[in-house]
């Protein structure tokens, strides 16, 4: 069984930015979004973490002590990282369904997004990502588009947060 704790070694970490570096930030936001989708796929329908109704909150973090200890010995967080996030925001301010992207408070947040949205896929449902928090610096990011899409209030999203770093609304079909 694959867990999310497990899987992150600090080769994967260095192979984002050298993708970034060789391919730039778009091409490699697909790469990281494809190894996502194919673990999910190996991993089976499902949901990871706590429930509440219809939200999904994670009050670990995934992959967050690799990349906690990966800045250490880095020195900083790697602009390669935050090219990333920013390709991510950038592409959800222009896309009418931006609630389809992720609340980045981080670059490793491209795979446990699409691993969770595919696994929740499976499972015949989908995922809006509300909000995720920084397992590094403890800031909040929040998909505004998702929130409203999903009726619950920033605040609501925010308090959730305060005891997880991730947080998804479950959408079943005959719900939308």
């Not at 996030?85 to 947040?109: F, T």
């Amino acid at each position: 069984m694959i867990r999310l704790e497990n899987m992150l070694p600090k080769a994967f970490l260095v192979g984002i930015i050298e993708m970034v570096d060789m391919v730039g930030p778009e091409k490699t936001y697909h790469w990281i979004e494809s190894i996502g989708y194919r673990l999910a796929e190996i991993e089976g329908p499902g949901f990871e973490g706590a429930r509440d109704d219809n939200i999904n909150y994670l009050p670990v973090c995934p992959f967050g002590n690799d990349l906690v200890e990966f800045i250490e010995i880095y020195g900083e967080r790697p602009e390669e990282y935050q090219q990333l996030i920013d390709y991510v925001k950038d592409q959800k301010q222009q896309s009418e369904e931006g609630w389809n992207y992720p609340a980045l408070s981080s670059a490793l947040g491209i795979l446990h997004y699409s691993y969770s949205r595919k696994r929740a896929e499976l499972a015949g449902a989908k995922l809006l990502n509300l909000g995720s928090k920084s397992p590094v610096s403890k800031a909040k990011e929040y998909n505004e588009q998702a929130i409203e899409r999903s009726g619950i209030s920033k605040d609501e999203v925010s308090g959730y947060l305060d005891k997880s770093f991730s947080v998804f609304k479950i959408e079943y079909p005959e719900e939308e």
